[in-house]
């Protein structure tokens, strides 16, 4: 599976857009990008996933670039209960592996 | 639907002892793994499930043993176990279809040996 690069934290005010991002430069053609979620101390929660296209649900949007080498995940308004660590992985295969994720921190 | 359910949620071991991790899906799913987490660090595979009777290991596999004799039941086995075995284990379960919705978490097992 391809590796994955994601900025170890971010901050983000209550009530606007965060924008998390994750360089994926080594992806194959036939590759997912998917997206989990941990709040402290609870078992990671899916969030997201998609190809080639951009991918919206209840949740969250999904934009990966033309040239698939990375992507962003955007909670477009983002809450206190949003604070988590944010796993971007890219798969192939029948098992997930998890890197060290970005710590989001929403203010008030 | 209870989706995910590991027992028991906390234990301390002495080292050397042995004890296994029950976990438990009623989504009906094909896939089950099991993951340790470590302060600090991501999710690390220690042995995964394509099925009924099937095993396979993961990235760290170990010091653990594993069996999936019914399909809605993976359970995880430390035969003997060493302090660098004090973790959060996560148990989770998917569908096989490629386009799918995703790995279903279970609430962890936190593991102490002392």
């Known amino acids: 599976d391809a590796k994955t690069t994601q900025p170890p934290s971010m901050d983000c005010a209550e009530g606007r857009a965060a924008n998390l991002p994750c360089n994926h430069s080594t992806i194959s053609g036939n590759e997912y990008v998917y997206w989990y979620r941990q709040i402290h101390s609870q078992g990671p929660q899916y969030i997201i996933h998609?190809?080639?296209n951009n991918e919206t649900n209840e949740m969250a949007s999904l934009i990966i670039t033309e040239d698939r080498k990375s992507s962003t995940l955007i909670l477009p308004h983002a809450t206190l209960r949003d604070t988590a660590v944010y796993y971007c992985?890219?798969?192939?295969?029948?098992?997930?592996?998890f890197g060290k994720g970005t710590m989001l921190l929403v203010s008030p | 639907n209870a989706g995910v359910t590991q027992t028991p949620k906390f234990r301390v071991l002495k080292t050397g002892q042995s004890m296994t991790l029950l976990c438990a899906q009623d989504m009906n799913h094909e896939y089950m793994y099991w993951y340790r987490q470590d302060p600090g660090m991501g999710l690390r595979l220690i042995h995964y499930?394509?099925?009924?009777?099937?095993?396979a290991k993961g990235e760290v596999p170990d010091g653990y043993n594993v069996s999936r004799l019914k399909k809605q039941n993976f359970l995880l086995g430390l035969e003997s176990a060493a302090p660098s075995q004090t973790s959060v284990y996560f148990c989770?379960?998917?569908?096989?279809?490629?386009?799918?919705?995703?790995?279903?978490f279970g609430s962890g097992t936190r593991l102490t040996v002392v």
């Open positions: 992985i890219v798969r192939s295969g029948s098992t997930l592996t």
């Open positions: 989770a379960s998917s569908r096989p279809d490629r386009v799918y919705y995703g790995y279903t």
């Open positions: 998609g190809l080639k």
């Open positions: 499930s394509v099925g009924e009777g099937t095993t």
